[in-house]
Nanobody, 120 residues
């Protein structure tokens, strides 16, 4: 059974920093990407950043230059460094891992989320 467990969320002041971690356990066939998403109550979950097993990364425009993702595909771990945090970064942050089913179709796994609150 695949499990993704996030940690590192918390309360931080505007301009502060946090580091989120996500560790996956269980077999994820064809694991090729791990990433972070966030969701505010009443809104859709949005993409934040992704890291692939080809050493590529991608970011949402809203976090470019402030957040940094790093993936370790050997240990199925992904980190997100959050710097220069803003009030609008407040959300539940979810870790996602993308693999392939035996038929080659993609499958995404989710963690339970970790709360990040930016408040003065």
């Amino acid at each position: 059974q695949v499990q993704l467990v996030e940690s590192g969320g918390g309360l931080v002041r505007p301009g502060g920093s946090l580091r989120l971690s996500c560790v996956a356990s269980g077999k994820i066939g064809g694991l090729y990407a791990m990433g972070w998403y966030r969701q505010v109550v009443g809104r859709q979950r949005e993409f934040i950043a992704t890291s692939t097993n080809r050493d590529t990364t991608d970011y949402a425009d809203s976090v470019k230059g402030r957040f940094t993702i790093s993936g370790d595909f050997v240990n199925k771990t992904v980190y997100l460094q959050l710097n220069s945090l803003k009030l609008e970064d407040t959300a539940v942050y979810y870790c996602g891992a993308e693999g392939l089913r035996t038929n080659g179709s993609p499958r995404r796994y989710w963690g339970q989320g970790t709360q990040v609150t930016v408040s003065s």
